[in-house]
Nanobody, 126 residues
């Protein structure tokens, strides 16, 4: 079993930056493909970014490309999401997720991910 705990959310103005952190415990993060998703009120959970075990395959939601960067430190059992040039449309609860089955290819689908954190709120004001 694995536990995921997100931190780093908050309220910023448009154009600002935040860095989200996902601390992984129970089983080493190197055993999982990791991803960030987000969910705004009244909307479905949405893929944001994913990174495979070796950090050599990374995918982003089109609207965050060039603004967000996902990374991982397997030695520290941690995954990060650096978010720059934030926009009001980025406002959501952000979730960290782990896929125990994928190897080289990370996936964008919610159903692939078996383990989830509790989420951290990101609010961007205009």
């Amino acid at each position: 079993q694995v536990q995921l705990v997100e931190s780093g959310g908050g309220s910023v103005q448009a154009g600002g930056s935040l860095r989200l952190t996902c601390a992984v415990s129970g089983r080493g993060v190197s055993n999982y493909v990791m991803a960030w998703f987000r969910q705004a009120p009244g909307q479905e959970r949405e893929f944001v970014a994913t990174i495979n075990r070796g950090s050599d395959t990374i995918y982003y939601l089109d609207s965050v490309k060039g603004r967000f960067t996902i990374s991982r430190n397997n030695a520290k059992n941690t995954v990060y999401l650096q978010m720059n040039s934030l926009e009001p449309e980025d406002t959501a609860v952000y979730y960290c997720a782990a896929d125990p089955d994928a190897m080289l290819t990370p996936y964008r689908e919610v159903r692939r991910y078996d383990f989830w954190g509790q989420g951290t709120q990101v609010t961007v004001s205009s």
